[in-house]
């Protein structure tokens, strides 16, 4: 576990009850701060306080004397709504993070070079934060993996010179941390996903890269290129529209034409993929013959009758 320093000696509500959430309050705890923590869930309250964690309706709280209200990844910030638990802690004017804005603050206070690889994108970020932890592993390079991959970051080991942590950060997390900061940041890719919890294209794309716009300037960022990035947006796109309808999957058929009196043109014999019974016709053995040896006949071969 990383014990969280910053708020020794001060009041922190905790929303969510989680993995992460029940992670934050032991590090906040371990740290020297005053935990409160709640969730929607009462099941998850219980088990909260059979821990020795205080619990107790946010509602009922005194707003005015929490120093920070640290939020769960998975409780709306924004969209489609704000929690109630957000509604609250913003007319308190109290500052909203995550775990992931703790575990930074806590690098940054006692070991600032510890090594700190951040993986986020729309697709393959867990396979990628996998292979990099075990990529450094068999390098001889002590590395431990967490956040969104399903271990929650303060329940790591501390940050340490020796000790490589690579962690997956979704969109949620990002949002919820104002000052990542990375030594490694790899945005992998972005296209339309979450847009129920971040509201349009823009907002989840601009979250995506503050991961790697915080690397500081002795660090390395890593994103792919504007051209692929568009490239990959207007694929997807497409695909979206596809799936809900908004766009044909083929072009629709052309109308059949219509003969100078005005009735239907009868399909061609080629056109239906059928053969006439007529004295000129192509024999199917010879025309596959002729494409194998990639002497097809210019003209129809001739064949005797029907009947004979």
């Known amino acids: 576990m990383i014990p969280v320093t910053a708020f020794a000696g001060k009041h922190v509500a905790v929303f969510g009850l989680g993995s992460s959430g029940l992670a934050s309050c032991a590090a906040l705890k371990a740290g020297g701060g005053e935990v409160i ?164 294209i823009r907002r989840y794309a601009a979250i995506k890269a503050r991961l790697v716009e915080g690397v500081p300037a002795n660090g390395a960022a890593i994103k792919p290129s504007p051209a692929a990035s568009r490239e990959r947006w207007r694929a997807s796109a497409a695909s979206a529209r596809c799936a809900a309808g908004t766009m044909p999957r083929m072009p629709p058929a052309l109308p059949r034409r219509r003969s100078r009196s005005g009735s239907r043109r009868r399909r061609s014999s080629a056109a239906c993929g059928r053969f006439r019974a007529s004295p000129t016709a192509w024999s199917r053995s010879a025309a596959g013959a002729a494409c194998c040896s990639s002497t097809i006949p210019r003209r129809p071969m001739p064949m005797p009758p029907p009947g004979r």
Not at 149 to 160: E, F, H, M
Not at 167 to 195: F, K, M
């Open 37 to 200: 923590a709640f969730d929607d869930d009462s099941a998850k309250v219980a088990a909260a306080a059979s821990r020795g964690i205080a619990t107790c309706d946010l509602r009922h709280i005194d707003w005015t004397g929490i120093a920070a209200f640290v939020l769960s990844p998975g409780v709306p910030l924004t969209h489609p709504a704000p929690h109630w638990s957000v509604a609250l802690a913003r007319e308190a004017a109290v500052e909203i993070i995550g775990d992931i804005e703790l575990y930074c603050r806590e690098r940054r206070a006692k070991t600032p070079g510890a090594p700190f690889v951040a993986v986020t994108g729309t697709n393959g970020k867990s396979t990628t934060t996998a292979l990099i932890a075990h990529v450094l592993a068999a390098g001889g390079i002590q590395a431990q993996r967490g956040g969104n991959i399903g271990v929650a970051i303060l329940s790591l080991d501390p940050p340490a010179p020796g000790r490589a942590h690579v962690i997956e950060c979704s969109s949620y997390q990002i949002d919820l941390a104002p000052s990542l900061d990375p030594s490694v940041g790899i945005l992998l890719n972005v296209s339309p996903d979450h847009l129920d919890r971040h509201g349009t």
